[in-house]
Structures are given as structure tokens and as C-alpha cells.
T-cell receptor, first 112, second 110 residues
Framework: ETGVTQTPRHLVMGMTNKKSLKCEQH?????MYWYKQSAKKPLELMFV???????ENNSVPSRFSPECPNSSHLFLHLHTLQPEDSALYLC???????????FGPGTRLTVL | RKEVEQDPGPFNVPEGATVAFNCTYS??????FFWYRQDCRKEPKLLMS???SGNEDGRFTAQLNRASQYISLLIRDSKLSDSATYLC???????????FGTGTSLTVIP
């Protein structure tokens, strides 16, 4: 399935590096989301964009910086991360207002 | 109190068995409800939405009890391919917050 794609699939970075995660949706949806999934914990919603405007930021540290240039693309810019930021980062999209979300395959991030 | 709570399991059941999962939610104003399935090291995928009147899709039946604030998922005639983690998802009345449970692990044994 190629409805929501994410790159890269795997990323290893040092704490001083700057990197970006990319998400693209081909479903014509108007909302996009970033989630973090750590072992033994539920998915944590990080950011919500609706019609390219950020509508939710769940107290995410500033070392994570989202960007939504258009309704099909979503980025997560990373800088000076900590080892505890190592996790699976999932992108999702939906038609806004209560509708089910479709997830990308995720980027597995390891911070050394 | 957590927004969504699920029994993490694991549930180990033989092929052909019937298994049921429950999920409770804390916000009485919650708007929409879903069950997702997540295979090991894969992304969550929508299994089914949960409607007030209850709904069925083949071997899967989902029900919502607003009075007691829980949703349930029943799987009949379990298959080996049903082995996965099942995630309960609840949205708020504003529609922009999706709360996921920690998931219930199911293993169907031959």
C-alpha cells in the first residue's frame, strides 16, 4: 500500500546532528499527524495539521520542529535529540473531524 | 487517569476460539471510536470503526457502551493470521485528538 509514505525508514543519528523525517500522503486528505511510539507505551500524538495549519502541539520539546508546506507533505525536523527520543515515528493522515487515520510505515529512529 | 485503558494481555488462544477485548475510556464526551490492528514492527492499520448500534465485519464484531464508557471487540473462529496487537482508539469531541490504548496482544496458537 502506498497511501502514506515515509522516508527514511530507518535513521541513526548522533545527539548533535540535524535530520528531517518526511511524510507524503496520496489520499487527498486534509489533516496530517505525527506520532511517537516507544516500547510498551501507547502512541503519543505529537502534532496535528489541518489544512496546512498546526492545530495541536502536545507539549513536544522544541528539538522537534514540524513543517507542513502543503496538504500532501509533512516534515519533522530533528536537532540536538536525546537518546530517549529513540522510537518509531509514525505519520498519519485523515479527512478532518473524527475520521479514521491511515498510517505510514514509520521511521525507526535511534539516537546515539 | 489514562484517557484509554486496555488489558495488555497477552491473550494466547487456540485456533477456532472466540476471544473478546474490552477497552475503557475516561471522557464521556468522546466522539468516535476505532479498533486498529498492529503487527510486529509495522504501522497500525484500521480494523473497524465502532458505531453506537454495534457493527460486524465477518468474524469481527465491535460494540460501544456509552453508559459504561467502554468498547469491545469480539473475534470468532480465530485464525493464526489474527495474531497481532489490537489498539483501541478514541477521539475527542473536537476531533483533533486521537487517544490510543497501549494495545492488547493476541497470539493464536495452532
Amino acid at each position: 500500500e502506498t497511501g502514506v509514505t515515509q522516508t527514511p525508514r530507518h535513521l541513526v543519528m548522533g545527539m548533535t546532528n540535524k535530520k528531517s523525517l518526511k511524510c507524503e500522503q496520496h489520499l487527498g486528505h486534509n489533516a496530517m499527524y505525527w506520532y511517537k511510539q516507544s516500547a510498551k507505551k501507547p502512541l503519543e500524538l505529537m502534532f496535528v495539521y489541518s489544512l496546512e495549519e498546526r492545530v495541536e502541539n502536545n507539549s513536544v520539546p522544541s528539538r522537534f520542529s514540524p513543517e507542513c508546506p502543503n496538504s500532501s507533505h509533512l516534515f519533522l525536523h530533528l536537532h540536538t535529540l536525546q537518546p530517549e527520543d529513540s522510537a518509531l515515528y509514525l505519520c498519519a493522515s485523515s479527512q478532518y473531524d473524527y475520521n479514521e487515520q491511515f498510517f505510514g510505515p514509520g521511521t525507526r529512529l535511534t539516537v546515539l | 487517569r489514562k484517557e484509554v485503558e486496555q488489558d495488555p494481555g497477552p491473550f494466547n488462544v487456540p485456533e477456532g476460539a472466540t476471544v473478546a477485548f474490552n477497552c475503557t475510556y475516561s471522557n464521556s464526551a468522546s466522539q468516535s471510536f476505532f479498533w486498529y490492528r498492529q503487527d510486529c514492527r509495522k504501522e497500525p492499520k484500521l480494523l473497524m470503526s465502532v458505531y453506537s448500534s454495534g457493527n460486524e465485519d465477518g468474524r469481527f464484531t465491535a460494540q460501544l457502551n456509552r453508559a459504561s464508557q467502554y468498547i469491545s471487540l469480539l473475534i470468532r473462529d480465530s485464525k493464526l493470521s489474527d495474531s497481532a496487537t489490537y489498539l483501541c482508539v478514541v477521539t475527542t469531541s473536537t476531533g483533533n485528538q486521537f487517544y490510543f490504548g497501549t494495545g492488547t496482544s493476541l497470539t493464536v496458537i495452532p
